[in-house]
Each structure stands twice: as structure tokens, then as C-alpha cells.
């Protein structure tokens, strides 16, 4: 029987709604046909965006939407989406499928959807190919409310108030497809950049996002730290669970064996690593906690469904990456004091989606689930919480391990308390006993994403995974005891 304690007197940080953001890029199907089809399309929409998905993405809780990518980013020219469509600029999208871009999602596009979802906006601006006013200007467009040349195209265009821009980033994947730069180079260019970009509004301070990491690259923090130190207000990581490592045999998403499974666990279990040394280097360089981390692209990447194009990332998505999205959620929890947001990749049809559509049709994905389960999580305020766990090493890894429970437990402001577990074995159930604190129960609730760590849904298939109702577990007086499933994420809600 394993021990798990909740300290309901041992307050810890707020965990920001945004570390359960997403980001949606102009890549395959993501943005259209995945979110917008057009005004003019069968497919039922309001302004051109998909209904069903964006009642789906509004249910699961999306606080924060990342756009316009991704490497599609630093060769997007803003100016091209804007105005009338027919006249907008056709381009070829170089890094995605080689597709037309026909521009007809852009800036009014996208704070509409966001009108639409009720959520933050996160832009990323371009440094790889544009320049200091390009990017300077955007920003002017997006927020300044005044007598300005790109306030009045603003309302040329058809929106005279300005939108709210929380997040702006300055720059994306810099050390890669955002423009080959080394760390100094780039440091110097975000310094550049950001002086550019201006808080028009004067109660409101645009948080700026500067280009951080590629996995364990801890001499790219170093470095660009030493440069823009609090000229910023975060860094951004970027971390993908690759199956073998292996750019060129990424592994199926769908098929796989016992010690792939495991070793996917495993490599996702690095982003633990990955968040407190990033921190630790951020840290060594600027003493204090005011520069956040970002973690705003993460998720399973596999190789693309046999006979789709390549260059469109799509991927099917199951239990696997159900465990993966909760012992990552979980993780995300216990860094709260320092991650300020992180953003899934991709949201729809695109690498770890919450969402898959195929013509009119949809489904929602393990991971949009998990999703679901935690959105109880967010603005709670972390409780301090401790479980004991059996190791599981994953031999494709050198016998690396990773523990088979990771969880998290936070409480609202009614003081209801919520606690996720993730059970990352695909084949052993564990026994818990939970102790609260100081603590009388009133009530407990439970419910259960489990299943066949191969288990997925998929169209014009009846829903295999979803949330259900949990009994698997007996109350006691200061907590419960529980028999968590093989391959199960629980959320348990409890009253005191
Ligand atoms: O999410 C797909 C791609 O992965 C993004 O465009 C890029 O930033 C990263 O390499």
C-alpha cells in the first residue's frame, strides 16, 4: 500500500490557468480545416470558425491560444492577413507541406477566435525574417488605441477598439528554423526588438516571451540570460517526447510494443529535469525569481499516420498520451511558484492534439480528457503533497526510471480540494492510502480516464475513452484508500 499525504495547511503558489494554454500554428490542418473553414462552408461556424471545436475547446477550458506558430512565425508577414481577403498575398509555406498559404486567417481571425474561446492571447512575433518595425508595428496594430497609422488600419479593417495582447514572443526556435542564430547573436537581437515593442496601454504590461531553450540546451540559457536579463519577463522551453530519440524513426502512435510504451513514460518524466535545471541556470545568472520559465511547446511527436503528408504532423493519439498529458500536467502543477504558461503542441490535428477532425467530422482525443479532468486545477493554489511509489526503469533508456505515480493536489477558493494521479503502469493497478492533514471529510468524488494503454477514438467509432465515474475507492475519516487501474489518470475531489 502506497502512502499519500495532502497538507491542506501548507499553501504553496497559485497555479496560473495559463500553464494549461495551447498553441496552434499554421501547419496541416491545424488552423484550417481544424479550426477555420471560412464563412462560406458547410461545415457549421460562426465567422468562419468551426463550431463544434470550439464548444469542445471551451469545455475542456482553454485559458491561453499560442499563434501563428512555431517556425511558421519567423516567415510570417503579418501585413499579408489583414484586409480584404480576396486581396490578401498567396504565399508557399516552406516549412509545413510546401502548401498556399491563402492568409485568410490572420489578425482579426485570430482575436475573433479567441473572442470565441473566452481566452488570453499569445502572439509570436517574427525576428528570423522580419524586421524591428514589422514586428513593431504589429504590436501597435494589435493594442495602441489612439491616433496612430496603425490604429487607424485597425479600424480601416473593421475593429476600431484595440484587442488584449497578453503574451507577445519575441522570436521563435531562434537557435533553429527562427534563424540559425547562436545565443549571443539572439540576445542581442531580442534586446532590439524589444525595446520596440511598446505597452501602449498604460495599465497593462504585454509580457514578453524571449526565445528560450531546445531541451537540455543549458548553454543557450546561459547565454541569452546573460543578455536580456530582466528585459524580459520569461524564457521559453521547448520540449517533445520522442519515443526513440530519433528524428528519422520517431515510432508509430498507435503501434507499439511494452518497452516503447515505457520509454515514451520515461522521456516525458524528463521534463521534471528539464524545468528545475533550466531554472537552476536561469537562476545562476539572474539572482531571483522574477524572469519565468515558459514551457510553450511540449507533447508526444511520432511519425505522421501512414499516407498523410508528411509535412503536416498528424498524428493519432491514445491512452499513451493520456498518461503523458497527466504526469506532464502534474509536473506543471508542482513548478507553478516559476512556469508562467505552457502551451500543448498542437491543438488540433497536429502532433499531441486534444482534438482531431476529418470533414465535418470530430473527435476528441485521450488527451483532451486529461485536459478536462485538471481544468479544476486552474487558479487553484498548490497544497504541499507527497505519494510513495514503486520505480519503473525503461530499459530502452539504460534502465532510466521514473516513478509509476506522479500526482498533484490543489484547492480552490471554497476550499475544496482536488487532487489528480496519474498511474503511468500499463500493467500494474496500485493500492493508496490517503491522509489529509488536519482534516475531517465530508464527501470524496472520483472520476477515471482509463483503458488499454492502445485505447484511442477515432471517427465514426463509438467513444472508447473518456471520462467515467470512479467507485474504486473507501472513504475514511482523514482520507480514503483507493485501488487506482493500470494506465489510469483519477481526479479526486474532496470536501472537508
Ligand atoms: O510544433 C511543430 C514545430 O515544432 C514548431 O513549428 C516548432 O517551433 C517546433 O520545432
Not at 475547446?57 to 511558421?72: A, D, H, Q, S, Y
Not at 499516420?305 to 509536473?331: C, H, K, W
Not at 477558493?413 to 489529509?436: F, M, R, W
Request: proline share 3%; aromatic share 10%; with cysteine.
Amino acid at each position: 500500500m502506497e502512502k499519500y499525504l495532502i497538507n491542506p495547511n501548507e499553501r504553496k503558489s497559485v497555479i496560473n490557468k495559463d500553464l494549461y494554454g495551447h498553441f496552434s500554428e499554421h501547419l496541416g490542418r491545424c488552423i484550417y480545416g481544424g479550426i477555420y473553414v471560412g464563412e462560406d462552408s458547410n461545415i457549421p461556424n460562426v465567422n468562419g470558425m468551426r463550431n463544434d471545436v470550439v464548444k469542445a475547446l471551451k469545455e475542456m477550458g482553454i485559458p491561453v491560444l499560442r499563434w501563428p506558430g512555431g517556425c511558421f512565425a519567423d516567415e510570417y508577414h503579418w501585413k499579408d492577413g489583414i484586409g480584404k481577403k480576396s486581396d490578401r498575398k498567396k504565399m508557399i509555406n516552406t516549412h509545413w507541406g510546401g502548401v498556399v498559404e491563402d492568409n485568410s486567417f490572420g489578425t482579426h481571425e485570430y482575436f475573433e477566435l479567441c473572442r470565441q474561446l473566452g481566452c488570453d492571447a499569445y502572439v509570436n512575433g517574427n525576428v528570423g525574417s522580419g524586421t524591428v518595425r514589422e514586428m513593431s508595428e504589429w504590436v501597435e496594430y494589435m493594442t495602441f488605441d489612439g491616433v496612430s497609422p496603425m490604429a487607424e488600419l485597425r479600424a480601416k479593417n473593421g475593429s476600431k477598439t484595440p484587442w488584449n495582447l497578453k503574451y507577445f514572443g519575441v522570436g521563435n526556435e531562434s537557435w533553429g528554423c527562427g534563424g540559425n542564430m547562436d545565443p549571443e547573436h539572439y540576445g542581442n537581437l531580442y534586446k532590439n526588438y524589444n525595446v520596440y515593442v511598446r505597452d501602449y496601454k498604460p495599465d497593462e504590461h504585454i509580457i514578453r516571451i524571449a526565445c528560450g531553450p531546445n531541451v537540455g540546451d543549458y548553454h543557450w540559457t546561459k547565454k541569452v540570460m546573460d543578455k536580456v536579463k530582466y528585459s524580459t519577463d520569461a524564457i521559453s522551453l521547448h520540449y517533445y517526447t520522442l519515443p526513440r530519440d530519433n528524428w528519422n524513426n520517431k515510432g508509430s502512435a498507435t503501434v507499439f510494443d511494452r518497452n516503447e510504451y515505457i520509454s515514451t513514460i520515461c522521456k516525458a518524466y524528463r521534463m521534471d529535469e528539464l524545468i528545475n535545471n533550466h531554472l537552476a541556470m536561469m537562476e545562476s545568472v539572474v539572482p531571483g525569481t522574477r524572469v519565468k520559465l515558459v514551457v510553450d511547446e511540449w507533447g508526444t511527436w511520432y511519425d505522421v499516420e501512414p499516407g498523410t503528408n508528411p509535412g503536416f504532423l498528424y498524428q493519432q493519439s491514445t491512452m499513451r498520451d493520456a498518461i503523458v498529458a497527466a504526469l506532464t500536467l502534474n509536473i506543471f502543477n508542482k513548478h507553478s511558484d516559476r512556469l508562467l504558461m505552457c502551451n500543448i503542441a498542437q491543438t488540433v490535428n497536429v502532433l499531441q492534439s486534444v482534438i482531431l477532425t476529418d470533414g465535418k467530422k470530430m473527435v476528441k482525443t485521450p488527451t483532451y480528457y486529461v485536459f478536462k479532468l485538471f481544468k479544476e486545477h486552474q487558479n487553484n493554489t498548490l497544497l504541499g503533497s507527497y505519494i510513495t511509489s514503486d520505480k519503473i526503469a525503461s530499459k530502452n533508456d539504460g534502465g532510466r526510471e521514473f516513478p509509476q505515480l506522479i500526482e498533484s493536489a490543489s484547492i480552490d477558493e471554497h476550499g475544496v480540494i482536488y487532487s489528480t494521479i496519474a498511474n503511468t503502469s500499463d500493467v500494474k493497478k496500485a493500492k493508496i492510502k490517503c491522509q489529509l492533514a488536519d482534516s475531517r471529510i465530508k464527501s470524496i468524488k472520483a472520476e477515471i480516464i482509463t483503458g488499454d494503454s492502445h485505447d484511442l477514438n477515432d471517427f465514426g467509432k463509438k467513444e472508447k475513452v473518456c471520462i467515467k465515474e470512479f467507485s474504486g475507492f473507501r472513504k475514511l475519516s482523514d482520507g480514503f484508500t483507493a485501488e487506482l487501474p493500470a494506465c489510469s489518470v483519477i481526479r479526486f475531489t474532496i470536501e472537508r
